[in-house]
């Protein structure tokens, strides 16, 4: 079929009333989890995964998904409005958005913010058609090499994009992979590191693993030094930007889509990346970057457009190949899998509604998010002021009946407060909880891919490297770790030497 | 900071050999056909390699910064931290016998007053506000199994 019949098909799922509905509560919720801050998409996402289980296939994932998105409009009305970030993706457009706030300007940046994320995502989606489908065809020829290939650098690219130390995401990815482990073998059914418990055999639950690290981790961690909010009162008018100021955003907005797709795309590249490297880009570009971070209108467009761009950009490699290139895609993968569904090159051709249906959808989910986002704000703001006491019992609440509500079984609620313990003690350590979540999830892609190539090679490693993509992939795997850990070597060698010569 | 990531990399390597020794006790396969701990193995030995890694990295770490950085482990902070995980953990273990609407409520008593609580008039309004609604929505509307408890409800 061509594009236009698959997209016509897509808005005839996409349009019937009830996943419209979904549609519509996914960018709600999806809204209000991106105002407020300490409670971020991946976690609620986990949350609602096994509300979702109740759903059709499509509609489940009309529904996360429209979280997902929606989460990146929302992120930005709080750090205009507060100047602390609703979402790691608005981190940036604190700086510009909550001085135009503070000049009385906080209806062009909250309007531009909304509108450059339409932009920005509407852009995307076009890219997501014409680009998803191309890269499903390419994967068709895959076998488990290439896919050990792409599980690797997709998860190294993880690490080398994670803040902090690159060594610390490399031990949180293998500690992922190790989790993943538990449970019965793919192959044999032997138990793995059960420990003789019953609730084990199946594998540590992705709902309680994924809301112990990221919604009560969050929690916990904001118990510490409870956010004080300071809502910038002004009364909202003309949410409209000028003329002069959508001249100064066009360029702005252009870009900002750009490298938000690009770095979507790419595996580790998430929107905060691409939020903080278009207003980089922006400041390079500007011909008075010294007034940055003072209330320019680009300061708010350009991040904002960027992370729609990439949260749309970041279905590419989720539903062409069936790898999520960051935690909330690989959140919409566990929806996938327990829906009996395997998203990649079989997907798109075995069950095109949904990837179509799930794409157009994206269309009508940014539509009813301007509205949202637009007349609706005063709405936002004023959940913005329920105080973090009354609100942090409500997340934890919500977080123990979602994970009851899998299975029914108080196990998976111990196994999501031990992880949200565990979450906590790795956060105060520094290490990223992004990698291993997503090396849990990949893990056994990942063994099924090595040990399927194994034996196709009868044991020989040079399957890796005689086929192409493999071995390109396996290549700048490999050029990511020996770049990140010769210098630390080196640091280390010095240090020796010194102690050598008695220094 | 830099004596807590020489403690941490201690015990990366101490589970990366617990992993590696339970990997041993499964079938490894041979590299034609790898078996169910072949790749726990491999996976353990990789976080004790790294993990030694880490710890000689902090241990030689020349940033005077990171060095002087206080220890992450502030006791003020992570009294609240604590008495909410064991909150939670106390009402996972009561959840099936108390039941749900019971054991809701007193979690939300206690949770309401971690942070600066409001009179106890408003908290155990709210808290039963709480596990009141929550009960309808979830359990009545969304159809998810909750324990019924002594109140058999």
Same mark, same amino acid.
């Given at each position: 079929?061509?594009?236009?019949?698959?997209?016509?098909?897509?808005?005839?799922?996409?349009?019937?009333?009830?996943?419209?509905?979904?549609?519509?509560?996914?960018?709600?919720?999806?809204?209000?989890?991106?105002?407020?801050?300490?409670?971020?998409?991946?976690?609620?996402?986990?949350?609602?995964?096994?509300?979702?289980?109740?759903?059709?296939?499509?509609?489940?994932?009309?529904?996360?998904?429209?979280?997902?998105?929606?989460?990146?409009?929302?992120?930005?009305?709080?750090?205009?409005?507060?100047?602390?970030?609703?979402?790691?993706?608005?981190?940036?457009?604190?700086?510009?958005?909550?001085?135009?706030?503070?000049?009385?300007?906080?209806?062009?940046?909250?309007?531009?913010?909304?509108?450059?994320?339409?932009?920005?995502?509407?852009?995307?989606?076009?890219?997501?058609?014409?680009?998803? &489908?191309?890269?499903?065809?390419?994967?068709?020829?895959?076998?488990?090499?290439?896919?050990?290939?792409?599980?690797?650098?997709?998860?190294?690219?993880?690490?080398?994009?994670?803040?902090?130390?690159?060594?610390?995401?490399?031990?949180?990815?293998?500690?992922?992979?190790?989790?993943?482990?538990?449970?019965?073998?793919?192959?044999?059914?032997?138990?793995?590191?059960?420990?003789?418990?019953?609730?084990?055999?199946?594998?540590?639950?992705?709902?309680?693993?994924?809301?112990?690290?990221?919604?009560?981790?969050?929690?916990?961690?904001?118990?510490?030094?409870?956010?004080?909010?300071?809502?910038?009162?002004?009364?909202?008018?003309?949410?409209?930007?000028?003329?002069?100021?959508?001249?100064?955003?066009?360029?702005?907005?252009?870009?900002?889509?750009?490298?938000?797709?690009?770095?979507?795309?790419?595996?580790?590249?998430?929107?905060?990346?691409?939020?903080?490297?278009?207003?980089?880009?922006?400041?390079?570009?500007?011909?008075?970057?010294?007034?940055?971070?003072?209330?320019?209108?680009?300061?708010?467009?350009?991040?904002?457009?960027?992370?729609?761009?990439?949260?749309?950009?970041?279905?590419?490699?989720?539903?062409?190949?069936?790898?999520? &290139?960051?935690?909330?895609?690989?959140?919409?993968?566990?929806?996938?899998?327990?829906?009996?569904?395997?998203?990649?090159?079989?997907?798109?051709?075995?069950?095109?509604?949904?990837?179509?249906?799930?794409?157009?959808?994206?269309?009508?989910?940014?539509?009813?998010?301007?509205?949202?986002?637009?007349?609706?704000?005063?709405?936002?703001?004023?959940?913005?002021?329920?105080?973090?006491?009354?609100?942090?019992?409500?997340?934890?609440?919500?977080?123990?009946?979602?994970?009851?509500?899998?299975?029914?079984?108080?196990?998976?609620? %111990? %196994?999501?407060?031990?992880?949200?313990?565990?979450?906590?003690?790795?956060?105060?350590?520094?290490?990223?909880?992004?990698?291993?979540?997503?090396?849990?999830?990949?893990?056994?892609?990942?063994?099924?891919?090595?040990?399927?190539?194994?034996?196709?090679?009868?044991?020989?490693?040079?399957?890796?490297?005689?086929?192409?993509?493999?071995?390109?992939?396996?290549?700048?795997?490999?050029?990511?770790?020996?770049?990140?850990?010769?210098?630390?070597?080196?640091?280390?060698?010095?240090?020796?030497?010194?102690?050598?010569?008695?220094? | 900071?830099?004596?807590?990531?020489?403690?941490?990399?201690?015990?990366?390597?101490?589970?990366?050999?617990?992993?590696?020794?339970?990997?041993?006790?499964?079938?490894?396969?041979?590299?034609?056909?790898?078996?169910?701990?072949?790749?726990?193995?491999?996976?353990?030995?990789?976080?004790?390699?790294?993990?030694?890694?880490?710890?000689?990295?902090?241990?030689?770490?020349?940033?005077?910064?990171?060095?002087?950085?206080?220890?992450?482990?502030?006791?003020?902070?992570?009294?609240?931290?604590?008495?909410?995980?064991?909150?939670?953990?106390?009402?996972?273990?009561?959840?099936?016998?108390?039941?749900?609407?019971?054991?809701?409520?007193?979690?939300?008593?206690?949770?309401?007053?971690?942070?600066?609580?409001?009179?106890?008039?408003?908290?155990?309004?709210?808290?039963?506000?709480?596990?009141?609604?929550?009960?309808?929505?979830?359990?009545?509307?969304?159809?998810?199994?909750?324990?019924?408890?002594?109140?058999?409800?």
């Amino acid at each position: 079929m061509d594009l236009a019949g698959n997209v016509l098909a897509g808005f005839q799922v996409s349009l019937q009333p009830i996943n419209l509905l979904y549609a519509f509560f996914g960018a709600g919720i999806g809204t209000l989890v991106g105002v407020l801050p300490g409670i971020g998409p991946a976690g609620t996402i986990a949350l609602l995964l096994p509300l979702s289980l109740g759903m059709p296939p499509v509609s489940a994932i009309i529904f996360l998904a429209g979280v997902y998105y929606g989460s990146m409009y929302g992120g930005s009305t709080t750090s205009i409005l507060v100047n602390i970030p609703g979402e790691a993706a608005s981190v940036v457009t604190c700086l510009d958005g909550y001085q135009m706030a503070r000049q009385g300007r906080a209806g062009p940046a909250l309007g531009m913010a909304a509108m450059g994320s339409f932009i920005g995502a509407t852009l995307s989606i076009v890219g997501l058609m014409l680009i998803a &489908p191309l890269l499903a065809g390419v994967a068709r020829e895959f076998g488990a090499p290439e896919y050990f290939g792409l599980v690797c650098l997709g998860v190294m690219m993880l690490v080398y994009l994670s803040r902090g130390s690159v060594l610390k995401s490399l031990i949180s990815a293998v500690a992922g992979l190790i989790l993943s482990f538990i449970g019965q073998d793919l192959f044999t059914g032997d138990d793995r590191f059960t420990f003789g418990v019953v609730e084990l055999k199946d594998g540590l639950g992705l709902v309680p693993l994924f809301m112990g690290l990221f919604g009560i981790t969050e929690v916990l961690a904001n118990l510490e030094a409870p956010i004080r909010r300071q809502v910038y009162d002004a009364r909202l008018k003309n949410l409209f930007p000028t003329a002069k100021d959508w001249l100064d955003s066009r360029g702005a907005i252009l870009r900002g889509t750009g490298i938000g797709f690009f770095l979507g795309i790419l595996p580790g590249g998430s929107a905060m990346i691409a939020s903080f490297a278009a207003y980089a880009a922006e400041k390079m570009f500007s011909r008075h970057p010294e007034r940055f971070g003072t209330g320019v209108i680009e300061g708010v467009a350009a991040p904002e457009t960027a992370n729609n761009a990439a949260a749309q950009g970041a279905f590419i490699p989720l539903f062409a190949l069936g790898i999520p &290139p960051n935690v909330a895609m690989a959140l919409l993968l566990g929806a996938f899998v327990l829906h009996g569904i395997r998203p990649g090159p079989l997907m798109m051709e075995q069950h095109p509604q949904i990837f179509w249906g799930a794409v157009t959808s994206m269309y009508i989910g940014n539509a009813m998010l301007l509205v949202f986002n637009l007349p609706l704000i005063g709405l936002w703001v004023r959940i913005l002021k329920v105080p973090y006491k009354m609100l942090f019992p409500l997340i934890l609440l919500f977080s123990v009946i979602g994970a009851l509500s899998v299975r029914y079984s108080p196990f998976d609620v %111990v %196994v999501m407060i031990l992880f949200g313990a565990i979450g906590y003690v790795l956060r105060k350590m520094e290490f990223e909880a992004t990698p291993l979540v997503l090396a849990f999830i990949l893990g056994p892609m990942l063994e099924q891919a090595l040990r399927q190539s194994l034996i196709i090679s009868h044991g020989s490693f040079t399957i890796f490297f005689t086929r192409p993509i493999a071995a390109v992939c396996l290549g700048l795997t490999l050029a990511i770790v020996i770049a990140n850990l010769v210098p630390l070597l080196r640091a280390g060698r010095k240090v020796i030497a010194a102690q050598e010569t008695g220094d | 900071m830099k004596r807590w990531d020489q403690r941490a990399s201690v015990i990366g390597v101490v589970l990366g050999i617990l992993v590696v020794a339970a990997a041993l006790r499964m079938e490894l396969g041979a590299w034609n056909s790898p078996g169910p701990g072949f790749l726990p193995a491999g996976a353990g030995i990789l976080l004790v390699i790294l993990s030694v890694a880490y710890g000689l990295n902090a241990r030689w770490t020349t940033d005077p910064e990171r060095a002087r950085q206080p220890s992450p482990w502030i006791i003020e902070h992570w009294r609240r931290v604590v008495s909410v995980l064991v909150a939670l953990l106390l009402y996972a273990l009561l959840l099936d016998t108390l039941g749900y609407l019971i054991a809701t409520f007193l979690l939300m008593v206690v949770l309401l007053r971690v942070l600066e609580p409001a009179g106890w008039p408003m908290t155990l309004l709210a808290a039963t506000l709480i596990a009141g609604a929550t009960y309808v929505v979830f359990g009545k509307w969304l159809m998810v199994q909750f324990p019924r408890g002594i109140l058999g409800v």
